[in-house]
């Protein structure tokens, strides 16, 4: 039988695979204490560190951190500590802002004494000198922070320079660790990835960096540290101090010493590319190299962290139980994922993409932001850039589950590899999903029609009020946005009254938004939802009066486009039955803010207990970004629109969308969404609230779950809207790393609708570059 390829092996790996020493903090203490402990001191404290192949040991004395007790796993021979020993020697004699810990004598003067195990086995023990300063990745710095990426630069670069003049053999051993191997063994390791996008990406990596391979050969070799990573760099006041763990030394690349401290120093960044610029650059100010030398650094870099993610798949596993070795495995693959398409596939994104885009897309297509961003990769809630640079998604309500979640993704693959027709033959999906949305809502909204967007939902939902009343029109609230098809841009006053727009056709009756901060009731209405209730019974009436009838009250639950509005509370229940009495019937626009965004409720409209409309219309969150629509409805309404005329969509309610949105529901399910829009959302609103008291430019802050909007204003009590300015919070937010937008009739709104899978640190990123927004503008 063939063997799996992450079963075969190299002679120098068995070894790696041989139980790591058993030893207890009690056995290490016994140890300590046996061979390097002075008769007359206090008995130690010892803490376990954690270790991939050996054992380590904080010793502590009075209560402070004095060595480090080291019990070697079963690949460090003697020879290869001793020349690890000297190593550390040779660079306490020559680096001189850099720490690094050095051997402490036995009682008897040796640096390498024995010890067994608790299995009996004999170990090589060492003591090392306990260095001051803080690991990396304990330390409150800013990941980003260029000063403190050059510091680990400049400390990569000591080391480089002091060991280019130190030899010893031990350390031209294979290695797994040796970067210039990262080809053969991730070509070897790749089936241990359980995901196959994951392995995919392996394999893009492997054919686009051939040429790199192809040159190492040629590159001078010196031995290296080899692991500047965040636990072994010491930090103190946002400045490398120094440098522990000699376990990995390897003669390798010279090289090799920038691109470790590279790949490790990417992980975390929000913009990997720079912090990588300020690292190298640092590097070479203190260790000029050739360019073939200095242009390896980065595919060198990628080459360490595909290594890492195809060796830690492998390890995991043989060794499922050892923690240690998935320590950076999440922020590997993730860096290697916003590295794909960019440093892999440079041509992917084109520098002339932007003119190209000019020539054939039609130009009332707009941007986001002054400077549009090219958007490669979504993951959660973060998108990349084609510069690899990470942005909190806080504006996208259509990738509701998470961009590119997992099991959507391979919900959608797996039905698209089985079979997508359309609703004219019996499919379990199509029907299981149905069963499965209705049961969502409340009675008597049990019938559901598929389509593919928010507008055709809207459409579908118009036909289906005319059929059911014999008229044609509508009312809709005053900035209000439907959808782009004829019939709805007319329905739509966002757009009938926006620019370019032809004013409000004669069929469309339009009642004043209930507004709580900006709207046009009398100063000291007292109750609100009464007032505006009362304008649509007189707009309703108006039509009658007219002869035109109005068929359908069409109004979205919380309305997005005229400002991430929040209805006085009363208000849609009144608003309902004020239509139903005019002979209307009642449409919720639930394409944006439904589906567990408010939180508290799956739809908006439940915000308003009792309010229960005849016809809701879905769109954008329930497909997490696959074209997916649908309208639900009574038994009478769907009966009353089927008289004779067939109703047909040839994608609505195809298998591989039912298979998509069944995944999304169950997502929302599992991952508890719907609760976590609530806990995040009433953070949010509530740090927002806090905010406002610090900055007279937020006039109103409002919202229901993860559904917000901040209003900006020039002066409080005149209100008069700031628009530009909330353009130029959005955009500051834009190079603070967090994605926002603006809307309302002022477009002085900046609107908060995250993805629901935002946490508490999002919500902390989120308003950390608001107030950064606030601050510029405050200065401008
Ligand atoms: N209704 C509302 C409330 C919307 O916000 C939108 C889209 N912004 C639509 C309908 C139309 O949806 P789509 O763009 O998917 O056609």
Redesign the pocket.
């Given at each position: 039988m063939e063997r799996p390829d992450e079963l075969t092996r190299t002679a120098d790996e068995p070894l790696d695979l041989a139980p790591r020493p058993q030893v207890d903090a009690a056995l290490a203490a016994a140890i300590y204490r046996s061979h390097f402990a002075s008769a007359t001191e206090a008995t130690p404290t010892v803490v376990e560190l954690p270790g991939e192949r050996d054992r380590t040991f904080r010793i502590d004395l009075d209560g402070r951190p004095a060595f480090v007790l080291k019990v070697a796993g079963p690949v460090e021979d003697r020879d290869l500590l001793v020349a690890q020993n000297d190593a550390m020697r040779h660079l306490a004699a020559r680096s001189t802002d850099l720490a690094v810990p050095t051997p402490v004598a036995a009682r008897d003067g040796r640096t390498i004494v024995e010890a067994s195990d608790a299995s009996g086995v004999e170990r090589l023990v060492r003591c090392l000198s306990w260095l001051p300063g803080t690991p990396l990745a304990f330390a409150a710095t800013d990941r980003d922070d260029s000063d403190l990426a050059r510091s680990v630069g400049v400390a990569a670069g000591e080391v480089s320079r002091a060991l280019a003049d130190f030899h010893a053999t031990p350390f031209a051993r294979p290695f797994q660790w040796d970067v210039t191997r990262a080809w053969e063994l991730v070509a070897r390791h790749r089936g241990a990835v359980e995901r196959p996008d994951r392995r995919a990406l392996l394999d893009r990596w492997l054919i686009a960096s051939a040429p790199v391979a192809a040159g190492v050969g040629a590159l001078p070799r010196s031995v290296v540290h080899n692991d500047a990573n965040d636990h072994n760099v010491l930090v103190e006041d946002g400045r490398v101090v120094g440098l522990i763990d000699f376990g990995d030394m390897v003669e390798s690349v010279a090289i090799a010493e920038a691109s470790v401290a590279v790949a490790y120093a990417m992980l975390d960044a929000r913009d990997p590319l720079a912090v990588a610029a300020a690292v190298i650059d640092g590097f070479l100010s203190v260790r000029p190299v050739s360019t073939a030398e200095r242009e390896a650094i980065l595919p060198l870099a990628v080459a360490r962290l595909a290594l890492s993610a195809a060796l830690s798949a492998y390890q995991q596993r043989r060794q499922p139980a050892n923690p240690y070795l998935a320590i950076s495995e999440a922020p590997v693959w993730e860096a290697l994922e916003r590295l794909d398409g960019v440093v892999f596939d440079a041509p992917r994104a084109p520098s002339d993409l932007l003119a190209r885009r000019r020539r054939r897309l039609g130009p009332s297509l707009s941007f986001a932001y002054a400077d549009p961003l090219t958007i490669l990769l979504g993951r959660g809630a973060y998108l990349y850039d084609d510069h690899a640079r990470r942005y909190l998604d806080g504006v996208n309500n259509v990738c509701h589950v998470g961009h590119a979640h997992p099991r959507v993704v391979a919900a959608g693959a797996g039905q698209m590899a089985r079979l997508n027709t359309n609703t004219r033959y019996l499919h379990p999906l199509v029907v299981a999903y149905a069963e499965r949305l209705t049961a969502l809502l409340p009675a008597p909204l049990d019938v559901c029609y598929f389509v593919n967007?928010?507008?055709?939902?809207?459409e579908l939902a118009l036909r289906l009020s005319r059929a059911a009343t014999g008229r044609r029109d509508v009312a809709v609230l005053a900035g209000?946005?439907?959808?782009?098809?004829s019939s709805?841009v007319d329905i739509s006053p966002y757009k009938f009254d926006g620019p370019g727009g032809a004013g409000r056709p004669d069929h469309v009756h339009v009642a004043p938004l209930p507004d709580a901060y900006r709207g046009v009731h009398p100063i000291g209405t007292t109750d609100l939802a009464a007032w505006y209730a009362e304008r649509l019974t007189d707009v309703l009436a108006e039509a009658t009066a007219q002869a035109r009838p109005v068929g359908a009250f069409i109004v979205?639950s919380l309305?997005?486009?005229a400002g991430q509005i929040v209805f006085p509370e009363g208000y849609l229940g009144r608003a309902y039955a004020a239509a139903r009495s005019a002979g209307a019937i009642v449409i919720a626009?639930?394409?944006?803010?439904g589906f567990g965004r408010v939180g508290s409720e799956v739809w908006g409209f439940e915000l308003d207990a009792g309010a229960v409309p005849d016809i809701v219309?879905l769109?954008?969150p329930i497909g997490n970004g696959h074209?997916l629509?649908a309208v639900v409805t009574t038994r009478a309404i769907a009966d009353a629109f089927a008289n004779g005329m067939e109703y047909f969509s040839t994608f609505g309610g195809n298998p591989v969308s039912a298979a998509i949105g069944l995944a999304v529901l169950d997502v929302m399910r599992d991952e508890a969404l719907q609760a976590n829009a609530l806990a995040m959302g009433t953070l949010l609103l509530e740090r927002l609230r806090d905010l406002s008291a610090s900055t007279s430019r937020i006039g109103d802050v409002r919202g229901a779950g993860l559904f917000i909007g901040v209003e900006l204003v020039r002066d409080r009590d005149t209100r008069t809207p700031a628009a530009t300015e909330a353009t130029g919070v959005v955009e500051a937010a834009k190079a603070a790393g967090v994605l926002l937008s603006t809307d309302g009739p002022d477009h002085n709104v900046v609107k908060i609708k995250p993805p629901l899978v935002v946490g508490e640190r999002e919500v902390e990123r989120l308003l950390a570059a608001l107030a950064r927004g606030l601050a510029k503008i405050a200065r401008t």
């Amino acid at each position: 039988m063939e063997r799996p390829d992450e079963l075969t092996r190299t002679a120098d790996e068995p070894l790696d695979l041989a139980p790591r020493p058993q030893v207890d903090a009690a056995l290490a203490a016994a140890i300590y204490r046996s061979h390097f402990a002075s008769a007359t001191e206090a008995t130690p404290t010892v803490v376990e560190l954690p270790g991939e192949r050996d054992r380590t040991f904080r010793i502590d004395l009075d209560g402070r951190p004095a060595f480090v007790l080291k019990v070697a796993g079963p690949v460090e021979d003697r020879d290869l500590l001793v020349a690890q020993n000297d190593a550390m020697r040779h660079l306490a004699a020559r680096s001189t802002d850099l720490a690094v810990p050095t051997p402490v004598a036995a009682r008897d003067g040796r640096t390498i004494v024995e010890a067994s195990d608790a299995s009996g086995v004999e170990r090589l023990v060492r003591c090392l000198s306990w260095l001051p300063g803080t690991p990396l990745a304990f330390a409150a710095t800013d990941r980003d922070d260029s000063d403190l990426a050059r510091s680990v630069g400049v400390a990569a670069g000591e080391v480089s320079r002091a060991l280019a003049d130190f030899h010893a053999t031990p350390f031209a051993r294979p290695f797994q660790w040796d970067v210039t191997r990262a080809w053969e063994l991730v070509a070897r390791h790749r089936g241990a990835v359980e995901r196959p996008d994951r392995r995919a990406l392996l394999d893009r990596w492997l054919i686009a960096s051939a040429p790199v391979a192809a040159g190492v050969g040629a590159l001078p070799r010196s031995v290296v540290h080899n692991d500047a990573n965040d636990h072994n760099v010491l930090v103190e006041d946002g400045r490398v101090v120094g440098l522990i763990d000699f376990g990995d030394m390897v003669e390798s690349v010279a090289i090799a010493e920038a691109s470790v401290a590279v790949a490790y120093a990417m992980l975390d960044a929000r913009d990997p590319l720079a912090v990588a610029a300020a690292v190298i650059d640092g590097f070479l100010s203190v260790r000029p190299v050739s360019t073939a030398e200095r242009e390896a650094i980065l595919p060198l870099a990628v080459a360490r962290l595909a290594l890492s993610a195809a060796l830690s798949a492998y390890q995991q596993r043989r060794q499922p139980a050892n923690p240690y070795l998935a320590i950076s495995e999440a922020p590997v693959w993730e860096a290697l994922e916003r590295l794909d398409g960019v440093v892999f596939d440079a041509p992917r994104a084109p520098s002339d993409l932007l003119a190209r885009r000019r020539r054939r897309l039609g130009p009332s297509l707009s941007f986001a932001y002054a400077d549009p961003l090219t958007i490669l990769l979504g993951r959660g809630a973060y998108l990349y850039d084609d510069h690899a640079r990470r942005y909190l998604d806080g504006v996208n309500n259509v990738c509701h589950v998470g961009h590119a979640h997992p099991r959507v993704v391979a919900a959608g693959a797996g039905q698209m590899a089985r079979l997508n027709t359309n609703t004219r033959y019996l499919h379990p999906l199509v029907v299981a999903y149905a069963e499965r949305l209705t049961a969502l809502l409340p009675a008597p909204l049990d019938v559901c029609y598929f389509v593919n967007s928010g507008s055709e939902a809207n459409e579908l939902a118009l036909r289906l009020s005319r059929a059911a009343t014999g008229r044609r029109d509508v009312a809709v609230l005053a900035g209000a946005y439907h959808g782009n098809t004829s019939s709805l841009v007319d329905i739509s006053p966002y757009k009938f009254d926006g620019p370019g727009g032809a004013g409000r056709p004669d069929h469309v009756h339009v009642a004043p938004l209930p507004d709580a901060y900006r709207g046009v009731h009398p100063i000291g209405t007292t109750d609100l939802a009464a007032w505006y209730a009362e304008r649509l019974t007189d707009v309703l009436a108006e039509a009658t009066a007219q002869a035109r009838p109005v068929g359908a009250f069409i109004v979205e639950s919380l309305p997005g486009a005229a400002g991430q509005i929040v209805f006085p509370e009363g208000y849609l229940g009144r608003a309902y039955a004020a239509a139903r009495s005019a002979g209307a019937i009642v449409i919720a626009d639930e394409v944006q803010v439904g589906f567990g965004r408010v939180g508290s409720e799956v739809w908006g409209f439940e915000l308003d207990a009792g309010a229960v409309p005849d016809i809701v219309t879905l769109g954008k969150p329930i497909g997490n970004g696959h074209p997916l629509g649908a309208v639900v409805t009574t038994r009478a309404i769907a009966d009353a629109f089927a008289n004779g005329m067939e109703y047909f969509s040839t994608f609505g309610g195809n298998p591989v969308s039912a298979a998509i949105g069944l995944a999304v529901l169950d997502v929302m399910r599992d991952e508890a969404l719907q609760a976590n829009a609530l806990a995040m959302g009433t953070l949010l609103l509530e740090r927002l609230r806090d905010l406002s008291a610090s900055t007279s430019r937020i006039g109103d802050v409002r919202g229901a779950g993860l559904f917000i909007g901040v209003e900006l204003v020039r002066d409080r009590d005149t209100r008069t809207p700031a628009a530009t300015e909330a353009t130029g919070v959005v955009e500051a937010a834009k190079a603070a790393g967090v994605l926002l937008s603006t809307d309302g009739p002022d477009h002085n709104v900046v609107k908060i609708k995250p993805p629901l899978v935002v946490g508490e640190r999002e919500v902390e990123r989120l308003l950390a570059a608001l107030a950064r927004g606030l601050a510029k503008i405050a200065r401008t």
